[in-house]
């Protein structure tokens, strides 16, 4: 799957600020940090675009199926590898 350019620029920020979150050993917080975030944006979201409570069942396989699909295809390296951190 090719991923635009414009999307990957935002992803690329979100890991920055990840990265720059995660010094003195915080990855493991800041993991779990980006991954509520994202639950509770999409929550956000979904209210925002008036999601009734019958597309809530919908939206929340959705967003799981995302989720899925995306740590799989970067840990099998689809978008580029993941890289360990040196040191």
Do not use: C, T, W
Request: charged content about 25%; cysteine-free; aromatic content about 12%.
């Amino acid at each position: 799957m090719a991923y635009p350019p414009e999307f990957l620029k935002l992803v690329d920020e979100f890991i920055h600020l990840a990265n720059r979150l995660a010094e003195n050993d915080k990855g493991g917080e800041v993991s779990a940090a980006i991954l509520f975030a994202a639950g509770r944006y999409n929550a956000f979201n979904f209210v925002s675009q008036n999601g009734s409570e019958q597309d809530k069942e919908k939206a929340v396989e959705f967003y799981v199926s995302e989720y899925h699909k995306a740590i799989v295809s970067n840990l099998d390296g689809v978008v580029g590898p993941v890289v360990k951190p040196q040191g």
